[in-house]
């Protein structure tokens, strides 16, 4: 594949990382930054060959990556359209599809949505490392009047990274991350939320000192950027509230088991949680 000039809108562990794997892959890389700074550190870890907080350095690049924030991807996009090329393909990183989607793809036509499912649990220019989307699932949505040549261009550049392409509508896609995703971080939030208000002061304290690993994988996300969290929950509102009725409804069964002493029906759910944990798990 013929390099590319490359924009990356956002400097942090998304877009920082996008940076470096398609800087070693021999594209050209702008990157734009409201920080300075954040611009100067980005090219000297090589994230960028050029960065800068002027979107005008985006004017001829033939892709763009937006790893801004959730809420500020549709008027980043409103912002920088009038300075590119008509030919640019622009995609998003967002962890929402259905509306960013919507309204990107009428400012621009040539845009398709993107989701890669990778991070960790830091943030900004020095969170960013080389080989974090490999071998991960990166999702595509594009929408019916997408360019197939857009599309294909996309899909070249992602199996550059070592990702594993997956193509489907927003909406599909809003439905599963709700359940394997946005679901988590709630569930995880409302754990640390139930402990820290409602354990007697006592036991609180015993309980820090003695949680281990299982508590530290159940609350991970839970744990993890407050505002992401909050953008999540604003911007996929309707297949979170979903899968929160729903969980709330399997949660009431298991309270009632308990309370009524069916140990026949609750050690059937674990064994059932166990058998299908592993289908979503990756080797």
């Known amino acids: 594949m013929n390099s590319k000039k490359i924009g990356i809108v956002g400097l942090g562990l998304i877009g920082g990382s996008l940076g470096l794997d398609l800087y070693q892959k021999g594209h050209y890389i702008v990157g734009i930054s409201r920080s300075q700074e954040t611009c100067d550190r980005a090219m000297e870890r090589k994230v960028c060959h050029q960065a800068s907080p002027d979107f005008k350095l985006l004017n001829d690049v033939d892709l ?169 929950a604003q911007y996929n509102r309707e297949a979170i509230l979903d899968s929160l009725i729903k969980y709330q409804q399997v949660l009431q069964e298991i309270t009632d088991l308990i309370r009524q002493q069916k140990w026949n029906a609750l050690e059937d759910i674990l064994r059932k949680s166990q058998a299908s944990r592993p289908y979503f798990l990756k080797d």
């Open 64 to 232: 763009i990556f937006l790893c801004t924030p959730i809420g500020s991807i549709v008027p980043t996009l409103e912002t920088i359209s009038s300075e590119l090329s008509p030919s640019t393909i622009v995609t998003d990183v967002a962890s929402v599809k259905g509306e960013i989607v919507q309204k990107c793809s009428e400012i621009w036509p040539n845009f398709i949505g993107g989701h890669p499912m990778a991070g960790t649990a830091f943030v900004g220019i020095e969170a960013a490392q080389y080989n974090l989307f490999k071998n991960a699932p990166y999702v595509l949505t594009p929408i019916e009047n997408t360019p197939s040549q857009s599309l294909e261009c996309l899909k070249k550049i992602i199996a550059q990274l070592g990702s594993i392409p997956y193509i489907t509508n927003p909406e599909e896609h809003d439905c599963a991350v709700a359940w394997i995703s946005h679901l988590p971080v709630i569930v995880g939030a409302t754990l640390l939320e139930s402990i820290d208000s409602k354990a007697p002061s006592n036991i609180l304290e015993l309980a820090q000192k003695l949680a281990s690993t299982g508590f530290k994988d159940t609350t991970r996300v839970g744990g993890g950027n407050p505002e992401l969290g909050l953008m999540m």
